[in-house]
């Protein structure tokens, strides 16, 4: 593993927010007096799936994660000294059966990402959390924070109550598209349907390396349903699912589209070439054997320099100290996956250009 280059521009971080107490400033009168007469705020909906101060899960010099500006320095924002980076809160606000009740907290917890973190630090940047069951509401609250430039993409997540592609989720991509917003489907489930499609594991290691499958779903919805056809303007970035499983699923689509393309006339060209304009993937974890001949294969059978993003995906546990990248990449690779292809993929990043 190597270090990234300072500067870089960290696409996937995490900060952590332990309590729904903290939510309770940012959160109009109604919502706060529900929550307060429900006892929720004594919750922290964290998602389970990946608890924030599991040993197994952050890094032990990254433990506890952040939950504050000032540990954020210390952890990441200092050592590693990117020129931005991209905080993707990932919450059960997200997850809630309640469409209503997952709308008033995505709304609180992107005014308090606002407040406590944007507004304290300038290299901190951040996506919109939406109800992401909800694609109307989830579209009026992409409307509101759209306003404030800070916000450069909408987050959802790889696993739903319905394939990502399906038109009910629309509303959500034109209003990503209308404001020039990437989608950034990051790893995880709301926990609607098990990872895996044939039923629920029984380890933590079968559930994680199942996410893979979760994130080649998304991604097959998404193009075959034609949401790139409908939606010109709009990427994704794949957040935090490896990178490796792409080249097989990228074979497998373009042999059967050739075959049966006739059910699909909006795919009007190869999948593969639509995924090359579209899609980014984020380059933690990077799932791949620590052999320049793998590396290298990889990069042949994606086709493509343009589509790894830079991500130290902090606190995770994926590599030790400042090195979150893979060995043997060429500098002119890694200087656009930390640097090009960043920028090109969030118009709304304003970083000065590397000298
Ligand atoms: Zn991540």
Redesign the pocket.
């Known amino acids: 593993m190597t270090h990234a280059p300072p500067g870089a521009i960290d696409c ?3 900060p952590v927010l332990p309590s729904v107490k903290l939510l309770l400033p940012h959160l109009d009168e109604y919502w706060r007096e529900h929550i307060l007469r429900r006892g929720l705020e004594r919750d922290s909906f964290e998602t389970n799936a990946f608890p924030s101060t599991a040993p197994i899960n952050a890094r032990p010099d990254w433990t506890p994660a952040a939950d504050t500006v000032e540990t954020l320095r210390t952890h990441l924002l200092d050592p590693m000294a990117p020129a931005v980076a991209i905080c ?1 809160v ?1 919450h059960g606000a997200q997850m809630m059966m309640s469409e209503d009740l997952s709308a008033a907290l995505c709304r609180a917890i992107n005014n308090w990402l606002a407040k406590e973190w944007l507004d304290r630090d300038p290299r901190l940047r951040a996506s919109i959390v939406v109800p992401i069951h909800s694609p109307d509401l989830a579209a009026e609250e992409i409307d509101r924070m759209a306003a404030d430039p800070r916000f450069v993409q909408v987050l959802l997540l790889s696993m739903a109550e319905l394939p990502l592609g399906r038109r009910q989720n629309w509303p959500i991509y034109r209003a990503a598209e209308r404001h020039g917003l990437p989608i950034g489907i ?2 995880g489930s709301s926990f609607r349907h098990p990872p895996s499609a044939g039923g629920w594991g029984s380890t933590y290691l079968e559930d994680y390396v199942s996410y893979a499958q979760g994130m080649a779903g998304a991604l097959n919805s998404l193009v075959v349903e034609g949401v790139f056809h409908r939606f010109p303007g709009l990427k994704a970035v794949l ?2 699912s490896g990178v490796t499983w792409l080249p097989a699923s990228f074979w497998r689509l373009d042999k059967t589209w050739r075959g049966v393309r006739a059910e699909v006339p909006w795919l009007t060209r190869m999948p593969t070439s639509i995924i090359r304009d579209h899609v980014r993937l ?1 380059t ?1 974890p990077f799932d791949a054997p620590p052999h320049q001949a793998q590396l290298d294969l990889i990069m042949e059978e994606l086709g493509s320099d343009e589509m790894l993003l830079y ?1 130290s ?1 902090y606190p ?1 546990w994926h590599y030790e100290g400042a090195d979150s990248l893979p060995d043997g990449l060429s500098p002119d690779l890694i200087r656009k996956i930390a640097f090009d292809n960043p920028r090109a993929t969030y118009p709304r990043l304003a970083v000065p250009a590397i000298a």
């Open positions: 996937d971080i995490h993707n990932i990051h790893a957040i935090e984020t933690q991500a995906d995770h």
